[in-house]
């Protein structure tokens, strides 16, 4: 079969799978394993997760990053219970509600300027505690990075889950990103998410490079028993699990995944910079692998004919483009001479 091999800035979920990934699954594609996640490898991830998370933190492998989210979100509530979010977070705004649909979980969104939640915004939903009318709040889920392309730093996430402590609920993390985040944070994967409080979360190989590869991680042990009946009961529990596993320990083969976000993070900022020097408004700070301009609806017509990206906004023509862990200087450099084109036209 012949295809056209190009690259775009539509979705990191656009990009291939990393060529030491593809090698990883297959090593391990000779004889037989145990399924279900009785193997070898499944058991080396096990202890991979611990290294990188705490002694205490168990991984569970899935599919894709929603089944992660609602197999996580389950973890954390009991049927009455609902989970505050951020309106522009992905649980609400990209899952098709999955979250409600799935698991029944009612979610309380806060508009945000940033897409990050704040103590003070949790603090605005917590109300009606004990009213039978009201689905009460068992849990915050807050997205690293955020669908705005913004980090959390560290202590902006103690912050938050002291504040989940006070009201005795539990933080959920949606690291689909989760090491574009730490690259851009230059800490441990532990330092911001087990040292800073949070109880479990969705760690996110796709989007670095893996192939159908994402991970619910607990970190709070009082979580981890329901997690083994939640991901079946969520038709998220592969058979040939060492498939997935050997691709999310691949990622942490000599820090592939540093490699990889680090290296995505840095074609966002030199993108950020080229568009930023043709006068073009770009509202989101560039913080990892996302770049946020706002563009003239014929000119995003025009550019969009020879690369691929999406409109994030229709009402203030803000775009999204989203560079990967193969993006290219040249293909940045590229979209930067073609957008100096169209805006520099006459």
């Known amino acids: 079969m012949e295809r056209k091999i190009w690259r775009g800035f539509a979705s990191d979920n656009y990009a291939g799978v990393h060529p030491e990934i593809m090698s990883a699954m297959l090593e391990v594609n000779s004889g037989h394993e145990i399924a279900y996640g009785d193997d070898a490898v499944t058991a080396r991830l096990n202890a991979v997760i611990a290294e990188q998370f705490g002694s205490q933190a168990t991984v569970y492998p899935v599919f894709n990053g929603t089944g992660a989210n609602v197999t996580a979100l389950q973890a954390c509530l009991t049927r009455w219970e609902a989970v505050i979010c951020a309106a522009t977070a ?34 605005s939903q917590m109300f009606d505690v004990g009213f039978v009318h009201r689905a009460q709040v068992g849990a915050v889920s807050i997205t690293q990075t955020t669908e705005l392309g913004t980090v959390y730093s560290l202590d902006e996430i103690k912050a938050i889950s002291a504040t989940c402590r006070k009201h005795g609920i539990k933080l959920h993390m949606d690291g689909a990103r989760l090491s574009n985040a730490a690259a851009a944070l230059g800490l441990s994967f532990k330092e911001f998410t087990t040292e800073a409080g949070v109880d479990i979360l969705s760690f996110g190989g796709t989007k670095i490079g893996a192939l159908a590869a994402e991970a619910v991680v607990v970190l709070n042990p009082d979580l981890a028993d329901a997690l083994p009946f939640l991901r079946k009961t969520s038709m998220q529990l592969p058979s040939k699990m060492r498939f997935v596993s050997a691709q999310l320990l691949a990622l942490f083969d000599n820090e592939l995944w540093r490699r990889s976000a680090t290296h995505a993070n840095a074609m966002a900022a030199r993108l950020h910079a080229g568009i930023e020097a043709l006068g073009v408004e770009i509202p989101n700070p560039t913080q990892a692998n996302a770049v946020f301009p706002i563009l003239d609806p014929e000119v995003t017509e025009k550019l969009q004919q020879k690369f691929r990206f999406y409109v994030w906004n ?33």
């Open 90 to 123: 992905h649980i609400h705004a990209d899952e098709g509600g999955a979250p409600e649909k799935m698991a029944g979980i009612k979610l309380w969104t806060v508009a945000t300027e940033d897409g990050k939640l704040t103590p003070e915004l949790i603090e």
């Open 314 to 346: 229709q009402a203030t023509g803000q775009v999204r483009l989203m560079c990967s862990w193969d993006t290219t200087e040249d293909d940045v450099d590229a979209l930067v001479a073609e957008l100096g084109i169209l805006v520099n036209r006459d």
